[in-house]
């Protein structure tokens, strides 16, 4: 069984030499795969685990549906490309590991519970729903998609095989989120279009919460706090790992490209040992 990275980006991967270290000595139990923007200029990457994994790619914008066509265009690859990617991880190019590979894969396939479940955040009581739920129109997303049944959360998720062809199996709630917003500033489908269909398709199966941590107290125009050079310490890395879920957090953003340095020297005695 392997893990699908499916990266998603629109500049270069900056964090690709932690990344590769990351993925040093377990060639046959991951698969990689990048989704980049062809829009933006991104540099080749030397790297070897992450030569010729580039996916025909179509532009993509914050807050809009392309985010979720590019998602679903990554996991429609993983699936077809090899049988054995069982779980299906999103990350951005500002995203990096919290623990060592070992550590990642064996808490996903060593399982918990009676069969694998996907770890994608599920909400339903933040007080912006209503605002997000009509910015196509008060009755757009009806019949598909009553109010009672949208949800938020994070755009990044580890999926099973299972909820992955589920994804991409998916018409009838596609329909109603890749409709344009009549109100931009309320719209942000990637992160509602994900969980509203794993919770209409199979609440039990999916964990409710996210395995990537994020910072929102210092948020700036809607994206999360962006950790910097001097922040980067081994007591970032423990502090980023705690959850309240039954599972430690297993990657982080937002992180500034300027972070590469500081965090390969914590690299083997902090983050890969677990």
Same mark, same amino acid.
């Given at each position: =069984?392997k893990?699908?990275?499916?990266? /998603?980006?629109?500049t270069? /991967?900056?964090?690709a030499?932690?990344?590769?270290?990351?993925?040093a000595?377990?060639?046959?139990?991951?698969?990689?795969?990048?989704?980049a923007?062809? !829009?933006?200029?991104?540099t080749?990457? !030397?790297?070897r685990?992450?030569?010729? %994994?580039?996916?025909?790619?179509?532009?993509t914008q914050?807050a809009?549906?392309?985010?979720?066509?590019?998602?679903?265009?990554? =996991?429609?690859?993983?699936?077809?490309d090899?049988?054995?990617?069982s779980?299906?991880a999103?990350?951005?190019?500002?995203?990096?590991?919290?623990?060592?590979?070992? *550590?990642?894969?064996?808490?996903l396939f060593?399982?918990?519970?009676?069969?694998?479940?996907?770890?994608i955040?599920? /909400?339903?009581?933040?007080?912006?729903?209503?605002?997000?739920?009509?910015?196509?129109?008060? !009755?757009? =997303?009806?019949p598909?998609?009553? *109010?009672?049944?949208f949800?938020f959360?994070s755009?990044?998720?580890?999926?099973?095989? %299972?909820?992955?062809?589920?994804?991409?199996?998916d018409?009838?709630?596609?329909r109603?989120?890749?409709m344009?917003?009549?109100?931009?500033?309320?719209?942000?489908?990637?992160?509602?279009?994900f969980? +509203? /269909?794993?919770?209409?398709e199979?609440?039990?199966?999916?964990t409710?919460?996210?395995l +990537?941590? #994020?910072?929102? +107290?210092?948020? #700036?125009d809607g994206?999360?706090?962006?950790?910097f050079?001097?922040e980067?310490?081994?007591?970032?890395?423990y502090?980023l790992?705690?959850?309240?879920?039954t599972?430690?957090? =297993? *990657?982080?953003?937002k992180?500034?490209?300027?972070?590469?340095?500081?965090?390969m020297?914590?690299?083997?005695?902090v983050?890969?040992?677990?």
């Amino acid at each position: =069984m392997k893990i699908a990275f499916l990266f /998603l980006t629109n500049t270069d /991967l900056h964090f690709a030499p932690l990344w590769d270290r990351f993925f040093a000595n377990h060639d046959d139990l991951f698969n990689i795969y990048i989704h980049a923007d062809p !829009s933006s200029k991104i540099t080749p990457l !030397s790297g070897r685990v992450f030569k010729g %994994r580039f996916i025909a790619s179509k532009r993509t914008q914050r807050a809009s549906p392309t985010l979720i066509s590019a998602a679903r265009r990554l =996991m429609a690859t993983a699936l077809l490309d090899d049988p054995l990617n069982s779980y299906f991880a999103l990350v951005s190019q500002h995203c990096i590991p919290l623990h060592s590979f070992n *550590f990642i894969y064996n808490s996903l396939f060593r399982s918990q519970f009676p069969e694998y479940r996907s770890f994608i955040q599920i /909400l339903s009581n933040e007080s912006y729903m209503w605002d997000r739920y009509v910015a196509r129109g008060e !009755s757009a =997303m009806l019949p598909e998609v009553p *109010f009672d049944r949208f949800r938020f959360g994070s755009q990044f998720f580890v999926l099973t095989r %299972r909820h992955a062809l589920v994804v991409i199996r998916d018409r009838r709630l596609w329909r109603k989120f890749r409709m344009t917003c009549l109100n931009e500033d309320s719209c942000y489908p990637e992160e509602h279009y994900f969980p +509203t /269909l794993l919770s209409m398709e199979d609440p039990q199966g999916c964990t409710q919460y996210t395995l +990537t941590r #994020v910072n929102w +107290t210092e948020s #700036v125009d809607g994206h999360p706090h962006t950790y910097f050079p001097a922040e980067i310490s081994s007591d970032l890395i423990y502090k980023l790992r705690e959850s309240n879920s039954t599972y430690s957090h =297993m *990657f982080a953003r937002k992180f500034s490209p300027d972070c590469l340095k500081p965090l390969m020297d914590i690299a083997d005695k902090v983050i890969f040992r677990d």
